[in-house]
């Protein structure tokens, strides 16, 4: 049977279950680190974290947070979406991003917007071919 459903994270034990998925995409962070700022982007930063749970189990993971700027207007930024490696392509990341489409419509925010690393080609294909997204910019980044 299967049973797909999609949960917010809101407690830190919530959150702390969706790491080992999360950690594939963000490999950079340890659980204590991770742990802090998803804490901290939550309280000030209004960042959403959810999951895609497939017979009690994590399969993908998203997190984004509503803003406005003058180049897009009210939208959503998607900051992580990633699907557990061993189940890809199975569906369940167009799942999440199609729940963070529905969210963004029914606030009232006019569209959704993200990043991805150059190396990420499949990602990219993902992102254009399957959801239809337009490739818009490049991100910028320095360290200072």
């Given at each position: 049977m299967n049973t797909?459903?999609?949960?917010?994270?809101?407690?830190?034990?919530?959150?702390?279950?969706?790491?080992?998925?999360?950690?594939?995409?963000?490999?950079?962070?340890?659980?204590?680190?991770?742990?802090?700022?998803?804490?901290?982007?939550?309280?000030?930063?209004?960042?959403?974290?959810?999951?895609?749970?497939?017979?009690?189990?994590i399969v993908a993971v998203t997190g984004f947070k509503p803003m406005i700027t003058l180049y897009y207007g009210r939208f959503v930024w998607v900051c992580d979406l990633v699907t557990d490696y061993t189940v890809r392509s199975q569906g369940y990341g167009e799942k999440l991003l199609t729940y963070v489409h529905k969210w963004q419509k029914e606030n009232n925010y006019e569209s959704v917007a993200l990043s991805s690393g150059l190396q990420r080609?499949?990602?990219?294909?993902?992102?254009?071919?399957?959801?239809?997204?337009?490739k818009v910019s490049f991100v910028f980044k320095t360290s200072i």
């Amino acid at each position: 049977m299967n049973t797909l459903e999609i949960k917010e994270l809101q407690s830190p034990d919530e959150i702390l279950e969706a790491f080992p998925i999360l950690r594939q995409l963000r490999t950079h962070l340890d659980e204590n680190t991770y742990l802090k700022l998803v804490i901290d982007a939550k309280e000030k930063d209004r960042y959403q974290m959810f999951a895609l749970v497939d017979e009690d189990q994590i399969v993908a993971v998203t997190g984004f947070k509503p803003m406005i700027t003058l180049y897009y207007g009210r939208f959503v930024w998607v900051c992580d979406l990633v699907t557990d490696y061993t189940v890809r392509s199975q569906g369940y990341g167009e799942k999440l991003l199609t729940y963070v489409h529905k969210w963004q419509k029914e606030n009232n925010y006019e569209s959704v917007a993200l990043s991805s690393g150059l190396q990420r080609t499949d990602a990219h294909r993902f992102y254009e071919n399957r959801m239809a997204y337009d490739k818009v910019s490049f991100v910028f980044k320095t360290s200072i």
